[in-house]
């Protein structure tokens, strides 16, 4: 069970130049959007009469992005986000956090896993989970409408095709890519294959603003953000 700490004994909490992402000065935070219950055992701390969840920079590849520098996080509170690749929810829970008066699209074609993500979804009614193969955007075009941002964390071959067809399908001017080197080409560096997803985007007309490496917590993994060219 997550410890909730008292604000007796919480280290100060204080925005951070991004909307809804907090810090103590260590750790990231967002504000919880259901008091009370943690989603993959974080921690809980209540100050100043809100409470917060730590955000893990080694569990959640966004937050590992806020912590190496990242600084184009195109995300407010009212946005619109359709999330590839949910999982069960550890990521996308910050995310709806801080799009708290947005909604947040999460696509995820692992039933095990999407069992999981109804059960965090249940308790944040922003997150509309949905279980479906984030290749084929006809297929959960009936529940999506046009949306601000793409976030795409699916870890198979073929990244950055996979966000050019839902942000074209969605009409999204942005997009956050993990690319995971290794799934795309285990024989070449990294940073070369960073370089080749960084070419198939602008082949599909979008541009790379920041690419952020996310070692060490997420070895041979890199955040790109990209908008509509
Ligand atoms: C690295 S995990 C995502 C972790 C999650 N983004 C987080 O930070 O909490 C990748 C997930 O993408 C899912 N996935 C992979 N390919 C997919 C596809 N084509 N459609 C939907 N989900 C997919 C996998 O089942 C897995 O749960």
């Known amino acids: 069970m997550a410890a909730l700490l008292s604000a007796m004994s919480a280290p100060a909490i204080q925005p951070t130049k991004f909307s809804g992402v907090f810090t103590d000065g260590v750790r990231l935070y967002t504000t919880n959007s259901a008091p009370g219950s943690a989603v993959y055992g974080e921690r809980l701390v209540s100050f100043d009469g809100c409470e917060y969840r730590e955000w893990s920079v080694t569990r959640s590849k966004l937050a590992a992005y806020l912590r190496n520098g990242g600084r184009r996080l195109p995300l407010e509170p009212t946005s619109s986000v359709l999330y590839l690749g949910a999982a069960s929810g550890t990521t996308a829970s910050h995310v709806a956090d801080v799009a708290c008066r947005g909604t947040v699209y999460c ?26 193969d984030a290749t084929r955007p006809a297929e959960f075009a009936f ?17 950055a095709g996979i966000l050019a067809k839902n942000m074209k399908a969605f009409s999204a001017p942005r997009g956050m890519l993990v690319v995971k080197s290794r799934s795309e080409d285990v024989s070449r560096e990294p940073r070369e294959v960073y370089g080749m997803v960084r070419r198939q985007l602008s082949a599909d007309g979008l541009k790379v603003i920041e690419t952020v490496p996310l070692d060490p917590m997420e070895k041979d993994h890199a955040m790109m953000v990209v908008e509509q060219a």
């Open 107 to 132: 696509i995820e074609f692992s039933p095990r896993s999407f069992r999981d993500l109804v059960t965090v979804c249940e308790q944040r009614p922003n997150m509309v989970p949905l279980l479906a």
């Open 143 to 159: 529940a999506v409408d046009s949306v601000d941002l793409v976030y795409q964390d699916v870890a198979q071959k073929g990244q």
